[in-house]
């Protein structure tokens, strides 16, 4: 006797999917379904009735997630008809690695607004604060500011207050609590505010200081989903790449995902959208901008690296792509950072590719060499 083979072939839009079911190669039935749980139950309700359904869906973007996530949560088999998707799912789920990658460049945006709005808010209050520590930022500034947002709280508050709150801050000693408290106490008698510490500017400042911290939390908590996810093999070719630490290194490998699946660097250029464009029309040929038809987060990822590899050049630490970027700002004198940026974009990402491709760490004596034998 045959085995019956039952297929679920779901159609998922925005509001609604449509559930065609097959019983070995015929329809037996179709029906629509809301993108929710009246209408996911009933799915599961017909799913439960048959023995080990195949479920097989196109993956429609944001749309199909909650119906992917549904059928996770059943501990449920399906099959995506993209492949790319299916192959992030089944192997290292870097779809979500983007996600969380998008999440962190949405909390450094809302990150530096609320410093911004920080800093316009303290020179109405208590300017004086931003001369306590050598670098006013960081999370035991934000809280001292919060805590002490105008001088006349300051110098309402007994010192051996001011000294038990600063000992539970991190990284804060008695002596160091005490240094503190006596320079914000200096600070708060000569400063002169603008504002009354009830003020709205006050309610503002403190907005800002709880709006920067739970964003520096957001930061926090994407970085470490992108450590989980990330291949430890490649964060470690990643950062071999002098400039280049184990954020931004996170950050590049959620937005290309497996190099290996490309077959040459233009591929990566492309998907990146820093593939030059071409107009051709009748015998003229021109190459145009950047195609920017990849990810825009990628771009700006990629572009911070370049800064950052000419930093880690300054400070001693030389890579190739730091020589080809002064390379081409001094071949023209019109030749803007940003055109210079663009091309040592391009190199990076050949080098990425060529490292991750033949499991390799950076070497500027190898890289210098490889040079050689090109040029």
Not at 116 to 143: C, D
Not at 158 to 177: H, N, Q, T, V, Y
Not at 346 to 360: E, G, P, S, V
Request: with cysteine; net charge positive.
């Amino acid at each position: 006797m045959d085995l019956l083979k039952t297929v679920f072939g779901i159609d998922v839009s925005s509001r609604k999917s449509n559930v065609c079911i097959m019983v070995n190669g015929k329809k037996v039935n179709d029906y629509a379904i809301s993108n929710d749980m009246v209408g996911f139950n009933r799915l599961i309700g017909d799913l439960k009735q048959v023995t080990k359904p195949q479920i097989i869906f196109e993956a429609t973007g944001v749309y199909s997630r909650r119906l992917q996530a549904f059928l996770d949560m059943h501990e449920l088999r399906y099959v995506m008809m993209n492949p790319l998707e299916a192959k992030r799912k089944t192997k290292d789920d870097l779809h979500q690695n983007k996600t969380d990658n998008r999440i962190y460049e949405q909390a450094s945006h809302d990150l530096i607004s609320n410093k911004n709005r920080l800093h316009k808010a303290v020179q109405l209050t208590f300017p004086e604060i931003e001369h306590l520590m050598v670098n006013p930022r960081g999370k035991n500034y934000w809280s001292i500011a919060l805590r002490f947002p105008h001088p006349d709280i300051v110098l309402e508050t007994k010192e051996a207050d001011i000294i038990d709150f600063l000992k539970g801050l991190s990284g804060i000693g008695k002596k160091r609590a005490n240094d503190i408290t006596q320079s914000l106490i200096r600070l708060a008698k000569v400063a002169c505010p603008a504002v009354k510490k009830n003020s709205a500017h006050v309610r503002g400042l403190k907005m800002a200081i709880n709006n920067i911290l739970s964003a520096e939390e957001e930061c926090q908590t994407a970085l470490q989903e992108m450590a989980k996810l990330a291949p430890k093999r490649d964060l470690e070719i990643l950062t071999s790449i002098p400039g280049i630490g184990e954020n931004t290194a996170l950050r590049i490998i959620s937005e290309l995902g497996d190099i290996r699946r490309f077959n040459n660097p233009s591929q990566l250029n492309a998907f990146v959208g820093v593939d030059p464009q071409v107009y051709e029309s009748g015998n003229l040929t021109a190459h145009l901008s950047i195609s920017k038809r990849g990810t825009a987060i990628g771009r700006k990822v990629l572009y911070l690296a370049i800064n950052q590899i000419q930093s880690a050049k300054k400070a001693g630490n030389p890579c190739h792509i730091a020589d080809y970027y002064e390379k081409r700002k001094r071949s023209s004198e019109t030749a803007s950072h940003k055109k210079a940026a663009i091309a040592s974009i391009h190199k990076l990402l050949r080098t990425i590719f060529a490292l991750i491709k033949n499991d390799q760490l950076y070497s500027y004596d190898v890289a210098k060499h490889n040079q050689r034998l090109l040029s």
